[in-house]
């Protein structure tokens, strides 16, 4: 068995050379992205780096999650992530026509903002945010297997975020669960984040985001790869290797 280091807090152990290595996409808004986390850049590079090492998974992953508040000027929404998919999907890859095995999606928290006043109108009207989130959802699964990970529960006492943008948990709430119930309704298998969070409590919360209120930090970012980790979607196409997270 070898073993090495994942983060100062767990590690992960995975026998070599006994599966074939999968091409990843990542797509998404800055959670994908991993701004907020100047240390380490976020989840995904993290994930990226440990299946770089000679004895890892050796999956190739593609981060192309983009900062919301500098795509074109405007907030990144979930229809925007759905313009780029196909393009981004054709044209990742070593090898001439190969195409990624799996997709990773996180989008939807930008859709959920209120502008200008905390009882705004939604940056995306929830009915069109219902149907470009399912049309996002059906071209993904036109084009390989996909998983979502959910948005991460903002701080309130920080907004206005770039003194126009408001967050509040309920809103939050009711684009999470319109993404939840599409991604269950097409089996699609969907990460919680919001919900897992907000059942660890204020503090563990607060302790966990940036200054801005809206995207996490760099423990926030080692919290949700933990969780990603530790998810049995992920858990599906790593079923030859044994994933074991213990403290270090």
């Given amino acids: 068995m070898h073993t090495f280091l994942a983060s100062s807090s767990m ?22 992205y991993g701004f907020g986390d100047p240390e380490k850049g976020g ?34 929404r ?17 090898l001439r026509n190969r195409v990624p095995d799996l997709i990773i999606l996180s989008v939807g928290v930008n859709d959920s903002a ?9 940056y995306t009207d929830f009915t069109l945010f219902e149907k470009e989130i399912a049309s ?13 990970v959910g948005m ?12 126009c943008f408001y967050y509040n948990h309920a809103d939050q709430y009711r684009y999470k669960e319109a993404t939840r119930i599409a991604c269950t309704k097409r089996q699609i298998p969907y990460l919680d984040i919001f ?36 998810w049995d979607a992920i858990a599906t196409y790593h079923s030859k290797f044994d994933y074991h997270l213990k403290p270090s």
Avoid at 54 to 71: F, I
Avoid at 114 to 122: E, I, M, Q, T
Avoid at 152 to 163: A, C, R, T, Y
Wanted: hydrophobic residues 40%; negative net charge; glycine residues 8%.
């Fill in 11 to 32: 590690q992960v152990s995975v026998p070599p050379n006994d599966f074939q290595p999968m091409k990843i996409v990542a797509l998404g808004d800055s959670l994908i």
């Fill in 43 to 76: 989840w995904i590079e993290q994930l990226r780096r440990w299946w770089m090492l000679p004895d890892s998974a050796g999956h190739v992953l593609y981060n192309l999650g983009v900062r919301g508040d500098v795509y074109d000027g405007l907030r990144l």
């Fill in 78 to 94: 979930t229809q925007q992530v759905a313009q780029r998919l196909e393009v981004e999907f054709r044209h990742r890859g070593e």
């Fill in 114 to 122: 209120r502008l200008a006043r905390p009882d705004g109108r939604s």
């Fill in 136 to 148: 996002l959802l059906d071209l993904a699964q036109q084009l390989c297997p996909v998983l979502f």
């Fill in 152 to 163: 991460v529960p903002i701080d309130e006492g920080k907004m206005p975020f770039l003194n």
């Fill in 195 to 230: 919900e897992q969070w907000m059942e660890r409590g204020e503090n563990w919360r607060l302790k966990r985001l940036s200054e801005d209120g809206l995207h996490p930090n760099t423990l926030g970012y080692q919290a949700l790869l933990e969780d990603v980790i530790n």
